[in-house]
């Protein structure tokens, strides 16, 4: 861990962009809340295919204008060059300077001819470069579990150095609940030469049915143990958010103590729990809240 222990720490939080006006005033009032703690940026999500485009431009747009540093996500699944070098050229003429780039899910029933020009993250990444040159800082992804449709465990770090060599400038991970999964993706990129950020990407439990649904997509493993004891509290959504706070902020002391370079909190366009784990860290009190 050493290697990450010389990045200044950064904080952030992540959301997904409304498809209603209620939704879209709820996400003004969890921005607002989360403001208020001056974290590094936001970033918002992009959705299957490009479906969202629209959604996340205008979102990221706005949001980026109220005075924290907002960035997109982007994928190159269903996007041609055009349409990205578009998206590109709108958010450097709207002040935004961090992308987070992305291969994409491909929207169900496509197949694969859901991909566009450019099947892989590594090449949105070359395009961004070649395209916008350093402009934009560039967050790319990782998977300390390893991505669900890497054919082995090598080659989905093999794949990830390829990112990070095309021209990423930091990493964002998925979440996970089993911190040594992560030291151990740490360890092993480092010893392949990669010498950049990884933070991990931090999942607050609020609902224990949409997180088993959400991990099983996604691939992230819930621990046995955590898995029973919220199947124990059943319906007491209350003893589920209590105990997911607990294990949630333990995990995240565990990582900054050894050296993580800060925390992205996928926070489903809520602000409480993510809230209630920031204020638990004591991050109001840490210099450390910086931006690389």
Same mark, same amino acid.
């Given at each position: 861990m050493k290697s990450q222990k010389q990045f200044k720490r950064r904080f952030s939080f992540e959301f997904f962009p409304p498809k209603t006006e209620k939704g879209a005033a709820t996400l003004q009032k969890t921005r607002d809340r989360l403001a208020e703690v001056n974290p590094d940026f936001f970033s918002v999500t992009f959705g299957a295919g490009g479906s969202t485009r629209e959604g996340t431009k205008n979102t990221v747009i706005d949001l980026n204008s109220q005075g924290i540093s907002t960035a997109p996500h982007l994928s190159c699944v269903g996007s041609d060059k055009e349409i990205i070098s578009e998206l590109l050229d709108t958010y450097k003429a709207n002040g935004v300077d961090r992308i987070v780039a992305l291969r994409g899910d491909i929207p169900s029933g496509?197949?694969?001819?859901?991909?566009?020009?450019?099947?892989?993250?590594?090449? *949105?990444?070359?395009?961004?470069?070649?395209?916008?040159?350093d402009h934009f800082s560039l967050e790319v992804?990782?998977?300390?579990?390893?991505?669900?449709?890497?054919?082995?465990?090598?080659?989905? *770090?093999?794949?990830?150095?390829r990112k990070v060599?095309?021209?990423?400038?930091?990493?964002?991970?998925?979440?996970?609940?089993?911190?040594?999964?992560?030291?151990?993706?740490?360890?092993r990129i480092e010893k392949m030469g990669v010498d950049i950020p990884v933070v991990p990407g931090i999942m607050p439990i609020v609902n224990f049915q949409k997180l088993m649904q959400f991990s099983e997509m996604c691939g992230a493993d819930v621990p046995r143990w955590i898995r029973k004891q919220m199947e124990a509290y059943g319906d007491d959504t209350e003893s589920v958010k209590k105990f997911g706070e607990e294990v949630v902020t333990r995990m995240c002391d565990q990582l900054l103590q050894a050296g993580a370079p800060g925390l992205h909190f996928y926070t489903l366009n809520q602000a409480q729990t993510s809230l209630n784990i920031w204020h638990n860290l004591g991050l109001d009190q840490q210099p450390e809240k910086i931006a690389f």
């Open positions: 496509m197949g694969n001819t859901g991909y566009g020009e450019m099947r892989y993250a590594n090449e *949105l990444v070359e395009f961004i470069r070649e395209h916008s040159g992804a990782a998977y300390p579990e390893f991505h669900p449709q890497a054919p082995s465990a090598e080659a989905d *770090l093999v794949n990830f150095k060599d095309a021209g990423a400038n930091s990493a964002i991970t998925q979440y996970f609940f089993n911190v040594e999964s992560y030291f151990y993706f740490v360890d």
